[in-house]
């Protein structure tokens, strides 16, 4: 039986929220983010042009490549897709870029708080040898 692309955005997805940073994401400079699982590597880049903005997953491993794209929707005003299936894999991809940004975010924040750790121990360290001088 063959692996669908729902399958996997659903299994990236999992593994992401997992906590355990089964899958480590980092932000690139462009507007995506990429990960290596399993000698794998893994991108989500949005692409946007005048009339909408989708996602594409890209797996690579040394010269080969596989795409997965969100598909368009039909609708005008709102979603609306050609088969579930479509409606399902566009709904994945969406909720994998927010679980990426979150995992990202946290990472930053966490980095920004261990900086005022280190910052504060510095610090006291100045300061109380220059106390004792004075």
């Known amino acids: 039986m063959a692996i ?4 996997v955005v ?3 997805l999992q593994a992401t929220r997992a906590g355990k940073e089964t899958i480590l994401w980092e932000e690139k400079e ?3 983010y990429a990960a290596n699982l399993r000698g794998i590597r893994v991108e989500l880049d949005r692409a946007s042009s005048s009339t909408h903005s989708r996602l594409y997953l890209t797996l690579s491993h040394v010269s080969e490549k596989v795409h997965i794209a969100e598909p368009l929707s039909t609708g005008f005003l709102r ?6 299936d479509d409606r399902h894999l566009a709904l994945l ?3 994998l870029i927010v679980a990426i940004a979150r995992q ?6 966490a980095r920004l708080e261990g900086s005022e750790f280190v910052r504060e ?7 109380g040898a220059s106390g004792a001088e004075t």
């Open 93 to 95: 991809m969406k909720e």
């Open 79 to 84: 979603e609306r897709f050609q088969t579930r």
């Open 104 to 109: 990202c975010a946290a990472r930053k924040i």
């Open 10 to 12: 659903q299994y990236l």
């Open 30 to 32: 462009s507007d995506g």
């Open 121 to 127: 121990g510095i610090y006291r360290r100045l300061v």
């Open 4 to 7: 669908s692309d729902t399958y």
